[in-house]
């Protein structure tokens, strides 16, 4: 049975059928001046995705998963709006 978070708008926020198999490696928020970037070696030849948290935000988040060091890493550029996300890896 999948677990499904809605916010109090009753936009679903998290399913566990998205995420199935994966573990949170992280949640951030950032403002949308702020950048970043996330490096994840402990999990070298996983995969990974970036979960939106903030589903009325409907801007782009300006995140980019890159694997060029053998393991995920994400960019966290400026964006028109706050972010809060989850990365997840597999």
Known sequence: MPLII???????VWNSD???GGV???IKSYPAA???VLGFPSYAGRS???????T?????PNTII????GYPRVTVGTASADRKFAVVVY
């Open 6 to 12: 809605y916010d109090n708008s009753s936009n679903e």
């Open 18 to 20: 998205t995420v199935s």
């Open 24 to 26: 949170v490696a992280t």
């Open 34 to 36: 702020n950048t970043d």
């Open 48 to 54: 990974a995705v970036i979960i939106n948290l903030l």
């Open 56 to 60: 009325y935000n409907a801007g782009d």
């Open 66 to 69: 890159d694997y060029s060091l």
